[in-house]
Every structure is written in structure tokens, then in C-alpha cells.
């Protein structure tokens, strides 16, 4: 199948830093992506949609301007969750679709990215 | 509004016992379902596609319309099926996809 993988896999900062994590289409090219939040012990929650080329797509109640989203291009798209709080710990997940695989839309998912902020 | 629902956070079953995990969703127009299926260490991946209607690992779904449900079914549960099962509904044509709460299921010897 498609691979998407993530970097940092696990990352630490200091409250009120910014952190950047990456979410990378290895085999394929992906036009949109899709970022996640998933609590301890709790289901996804979508966060954003992300469009190559264009502004992400917010869901209700999460801050554009807290989580930045960058899809700049067809295999890279990046999250900053900036000036973070302890409450931004959480489990982040990147997932994309290949628009060539078929018509089913299946997600390919990246393995997470766990940020804690002290 | 879009909804889906999995009553059971936990569900556990023998070896060789039969298992079905609930999904019941709440979604304007004709949504496409997937099960997606996380094992222990692993990322997120795909089981099955409602409109594949194909059997993975033993496993199958059904939507049904009137009832607004894509249960998951096994006829034989094996160790190895234990994992975290995720009902997952996308609008028809659509790119975003939502998920359940979750259900961990824990397949005993």
C-alpha cells in the first residue's frame, strides 16, 4: 500500500515554543491531506483538511491560528502547533488519499506524532 | 448532523467465538463506510470498504440503510484479530472522513 510517514515521531517542548511536524507521501502524490487529534483512550478527531496549493480547511472549534497548516507540496504537508501549552499534548496522526488508487477513497496513515508540551 | 456511534468501548471473546462490533451512523445523503483496524504498535490501516463488499481476514460488514448501520462481523474470532476496530463514514464522493469512538476488541485464548 501507499506510505505516509510522519517526523518527529515523538517530540518535548517548552510551553509557548512552536513545534513543526512533517507528514510526508512517499510513493505517491497526494493532494490533499487530512490531520487528526487523537486523546488518550480516545477516537480521531479531524482536525483540518489539507489542500496542496491552497488554504487547509478547518473543522469547528480548532484554531487556524493555533495550528498552522502548510501543504506546499504534493508529498509534504506540515503542522505547527504554535506558542504550545500543555493542554496541545496530544497524539497528532497525518493521513492522505491517493486519487489514483481507485475510486474507494481509502486513507493511508501515517504512524502519529506524540508532542508533549511541558 | 454527522455521526456515527460504536456502543461498545470494549468487547471480549473466546477464541473460535463468534464476534460482531456495532456501528451505527447518523449522516446526511449515502455515505461510504470503511472499518479501519489499528493494531498494537501499529499505525492506522484499512480492513474493509462497504462498497467492496469483499471479506477480510474473515471479516465482513453490511450497510444497512434502514437501520443506518455497518456492524463488523467474524464468524471465528482468532488471537490475532485483537486490536482497536474504528467505524468510519465519508460522504459520497466526498474526501473527509470521521471515526467512531473505537472499539478495542480482546480475542482471549
Known amino acids: 500500500g501507499a506510505v505516509v510517514s510522519q517526523h518527529p515521531s515523538w517530540v518535548i517542548c517548552k510551553s509557548g515554543t512552536s513545534v513543526k511536524i512533517e507528514c510526508r507521501s512517499l510513493?505517491?502524490?497526494?493532494?490533499?491531506m487530512f490531520w487528526y487529534r487523537q486523546f488518550p483512550k480516545q477516537s480521531l478527531m479531524l482536525m483540518a483538511t489539507s489542500n496542496e496549493g491552497s488554504k487547509a480547511t478547518y473543522e469547528q472549534g480548532v484554531e487556524k491560528d493555533k495550528f498552522l497548516i502548510n501543504h506546499a507540496s504534493l508529498t509534504l504537508s506540515t503542522l505547527t502547533v504554535t506558542s504550545a501549552h500543555p493542554e496541545d499534548s496530544s497524539f497528532y496522526i497525518c493521513?492522505?488519499?491517493?486519487?489514483?488508487?481507485?475510486?474507494?477513497?481509502?486513507?493511508?496513515f501515517g504512524e502519529g506524532s506524540r508532542l508533549t508540551v511541558l | 448532523a454527522q455521526r456515527v456511534t460504536q456502543p461498545e468501548k470494549l468487547l471480549s471473546v473466546f477464541k473460535g467465538a463468534p464476534v460482531e462490533l456495532k456501528c451505527n451512523y447518523s449522516y446526511s445523503g449515502s455515505p461510504e463506510l470503511f472499518w479501519y483496524v489499528q493494531y498494537s504498535r501499529q499505525r492506522l490501516q484499512l480492513l474493509l470498504r462497504?462498497?467492496s463488499r469483499e471479506s477480510i481476514k474473515g471479516f465482513t460488514a453490511d450497510l444497512n440503510k434502514g437501520e443506518t448501520s455497518f456492524h463488523l462481523k467474524k464468524p471465528f474470532a482468532q488471537e490475532e484479530d485483537s486490536a482497536m476496530y474504528y467505524c468510519?463514514?465519508?460522504?459520497?464522493?466526498?474526501?473527509?472522513?470521521?471515526f467512531g469512538a473505537g472499539t478495542r476488541l480482546f480475542v482471549k485464548a
Open positions: 468510519a463514514p465519508r460522504r459520497a464522493g466526498g474526501f473527509k472522513t470521521i
Open positions: 493521513s492522505a488519499r491517493d486519487p489514483w488508487r481507485g475510486l474507494a477513497g481509502e486513507l493511508f
Open positions: 462497504h462498497i
Open positions: 510513493d505517491f502524490q497526494a493532494t490533499t
